[in-house]
């Protein structure tokens, strides 16, 4: 089993509706989650990391974590057609690297 | 602002040859990380420097070294290549202590034919 565990898609939304990303993770001990989002043959660029039980806002993003059920999930809201793109979910481990996700793929459908 | 710098962009190896890549961090960042990227997977950990230290190693090949200077620049050295290590390599660099992930470059594309 994976480390991090995320549904490879795509997932497909139409322009303006809100995309759902989820991601579970195997390591109890982690304390700090990242979602990068990859545009194809690009790096990952970071849109939100976080740290405590809850929600996490940020423009059009919202980061939600449940340490208890190891669950970090992802909210676009007004998704773009520019949204489009591989988003991965990370974790850091003990030693503050960071483990990803095969990542899922986004698609907004104009 | 200034972001990690990658070189070369892409580079064309034949089999069994060596390949450098180079890394420059971004300014007072203290850690260096360099991953592997196949086509459709995920970022793979190859190996990570703090403060001009090896901190952690991963899946790196035995083929594969590399090291961080004083300037904190880093470079990956690949030698008898193969096809499969045909990929995206990309360094990320971060201020350890601020723990807010880190910032990838733009990446090496490696063809080896």
């Known amino acids: 089993q994976k480390e991090v565990e995320q549904n490879s898609g795509p997932l497909s939304v139409p322009e303006g509706a809100i995309a759902s990303l989820n991601c579970t993770y195997s390591d109890r001990g982690s304390q700090s989650f990242f979602w990068y989002r990859q545009y194809s043959g690009k790096s990952p660029e970071l849109i939100m990391f976080i740290y405590s039980n809850g929600d996490k806002e940020d423009g059009r993003f919202t980061a939600q974590l449940n340490k208890a059920s190891q669950y970090v999930s992802l909210l676009i809201r007004d998704s773009q057609p520019s949204d489009s793109a591989t988003y991965l979910c990370a974790f850091e481990d003990s030693s503050y690297k960071l483990i990803f996700g095969s990542g899922t793929r986004l698609l907004v459908r104009p | 602002a200034a972001g990690v710098i990658q070189s070369p962009r892409h580079l064309i190896k034949e089999k069994r040859e060596t390949a450098t890549l180079k890394c420059y961090p971004i300014p007072r960042h203290d850690t260096v990380y360099w991953y592997q990227q196949g086509p459709g997977q995920d970022p793979q950990f190859l190996i990570s420097f703090y403060e001009k230290m090896q901190s952690d190693k991963g899946s790196i090949p035995d083929r594969f070294s590399a090291q961080q200077f004083s300037d904190y620049h880093s470079e990956l050295n690949m030698s008898s290549l193969e096809l499969g290590d045909s990929a995206l390599y990309f360094c990320?660099?971060?201020?350890?202590?601020?723990?807010?992930?880190?910032?990838f470059g733009s990446g090496t594309r490696l063809t080896v034919v």
């Open positions: 990320a660099s971060s201020l350890k202590v601020t723990g807010n992930g880190y910032t």
